[in-house]
C-alpha cells in the first residue's frame, strides 16, 4: 500500500452491513441450536430446563438477523410458562442462561468477523469474513469465504 487514498479506498470497499448481518446471522443460528439441544432431554433427567415431550417447543425456536440486531425466541406460548414460570409451575428458563453463556464467545465472534474484513482490505485480499462461525482464520486461508464483501 502506497498512500492514505489507496488505505482509504480498500476500506471504503468493505460492505460492513453485509458483514455484520452474516456475522449475526451465524451467531443467532449458534445460540438457536444450543437452545434447541438444551430443549431435548428426555424426562426423568434434570429438570432445570424443560423436558422433551411432543418436541413442539423446540421445534418452535427460531431467530432472524439483519445488520444490527439478532432475535432469538419462541412462537410457543408455552415457552413463556416455561422460561418465566407460573402460579404453580417453577421456571425452566432457557433462552436467558444460553444467551448470558454464549454471550462473550458470540460478541468476540461477530468482531473477529468485522476485524477480519478490515485486515483482508488492508491487506487487499478480495475475503472478508470466514465462511463458517467461530472459525479461526487460520483455518480458511484457502476455502471459501464472502469474496463479494470487498471488490
Do not use: F
Request: proline share 4%.
Amino acid at each position: 500500500m502506497t498512500s492514505l487514498a489507496e488505505l482509504a479506498a480498500r476500506l471504503g470497499r468493505i460492505d460492513l452491513e453485509t458483514v455484520q448481518r452474516r456475522a449475526l446471522e451465524d451467531a443467532a443460528k449458534r445460540i438457536e441450536e444450543a437452545v434447541r439441544a438444551a430443549l431435548s432431554h428426555s424426562p426423568g433427567g434434570e429438570h432445570e430446563a424443560p423436558w422433551l415431550q411432543s418436541g413442539d417447543l423446540r421445534d418452535s425456536i427460531e431467530h432472524e438477523a439483519d445488520a444490527t440486531r439478532a432475535v432469538i425466541g419462541s412462537t410457543s406460548e408455552v415457552a413463556v410458562y416455561q422460561e418465566l414460570g407460573t402460579r404453580t409451575v417453577s421456571p425452566r428458563p432457557v433462552l436467558a442462561p444460553i444467551g448470558a453463556a454464549l454471550g462473550e464467545s458470540v460478541a468476540k465472534a461477530i468482531g473477529g468477523a468485522v476485524a477480519h474484513a478490515i485486515r483482508a482490505a488492508v491487506a487487499g485480499k478480495a475475503r472478508a469474513i470466514p465462511q463458517r462461525y467461530g472459525a479461526s482464520e487460520t483455518q480458511h486461508e484457502d476455502n471459501g469465504c464472502y469474496s463479494e464483501l470487498i471488490d
